[in-house]
């Protein structure tokens, strides 16, 4: 008699499934669906089709879960959504690395929005089973800006790619999502993920010196810099932007030349608790006067 066909892709297989939707569940139930616009697409099928979205997505992008759910995300595309950053976006899926990107989106309705989506890919046992955006509108920020004209980018920063094992929280930025068996027996509280909502790759960028500024909760750092570099201008102050891509985490410099020979430096600066960030005002040359008052100037203008 002939020997049987081995069984064990089909086995391995189903199980990867199911630990797939295990995993999903998971993360759906710790998170908050009127708060957190999240999208979970299916890493293991072609085209990589949404599997689920929150509320929080579906009042964003004005599609409703059954609408969504095995589409690709690119049905919030449209005539505006940069193609460069959507080619680099689709490679960065396919290489399963951790980015983000800021698109101009479009809601059901065809109304565009700015849209800031950060994408984790999630895997287990070696394996890429799911990917989890998170996307943050943001033209109620971008939208008023006078001086700087916002622009579409992709970023898959250094990092971005540094492994983090699921937490309750939400990333504080993208991150590889890595989901281990020992962290509890199948059916267990932490069989997923952990409870825990401390970030073990978050690190505050240190400050060896005591500086002027001040913190800003839940923003990510290039909005940020566009926010400041909006307002220099409206003040007739000339600066220019550096970016440090370190493995720890960012550092923006905006570098700037007042009148009458100031010269000082604005930090966009990892703080203490993840997802926030520290913009440091400090003094490279130049009277101490002026310094401290454009500073005051700055902060009144932003509404600080």
Excluded at 232 to 259: M, Y
């Amino acid at each position: 008699a002939r020997p049987a066909a081995p069984a064990a892709a089909p086995v391995a297989a189903r199980a990867l499934r199911h630990k797939q939707r295990e995993i999903a569940n998971w993360v759906m139930a710790h998170l908050d669906d009127d708060r957190d616009s999240v999208v979970l697409t299916d890493a293991m099928s072609e085209d990589n089709p949404i599997m689920a979205v929150t509320g929080a997505w579906s009042m964003m992008c004005g599609y409703a879960a059954d609408e969504a759910v095995g589409r690709n995300c690119r049905l919030t595309q449209g005539a505006r959504t940069d193609r460069a950053c959507i080619r680099a976006l689709g490679d960065a899926i396919k290489d399963r690395r951790a980015c983000r990107v800021q698109l101009l989106n479009y809601r059901k309705g065809g109304e565009c929005f700015w849209n800031v989506l950060s994408v984790s890919p999630i895997e287990y046992q070696g394996t890429t089973v799911m990917f989890k955006g998170i996307l943050k509108d943001y033209s109620s920020m971008l939208s008023p800006l006078v001086s700087v004209q916002p622009s579409q980018f992709f970023r898959a920063a250094p990092s971005f790619q540094r492994e983090r094992p699921l937490l309750a929280s939400l990333p504080a930025r993208p991150a590889r999502i890595v989901v281990r068996d020992s962290q509890g027996p199948v059916g267990s509280p932490a069989a997923v993920g952990v409870e825990s909502t401390a970030d073990p790759t978050w690190v505050e960028t240190p400050m060896y010196v005591r500086r002027l500024g001040w913190t800003v909760p839940r923003r990510d750092p290039e909005c940020l810099c566009l926010w400041v570099q909006d307002a220099l201008a409206q003040l007739g102050v000339r600066c220019a932007v550096e970016l440090d891509e370190g493995h720890q985490g960012d550092v923006f410099s905006i570098t700037v030349h007042a009148p009458r020979g100031l010269t000082c430096r604005v930090l966009v600066l990892q703080a203490a608790e993840p997802g926030d960030y520290r913009v440091s005002f400090e003094r490279l040359r130049g009277s101490p006067l002026e310094f401290h008052d454009l500073y005051r100037r700055l902060r009144a203008h932003l509404g600080l």
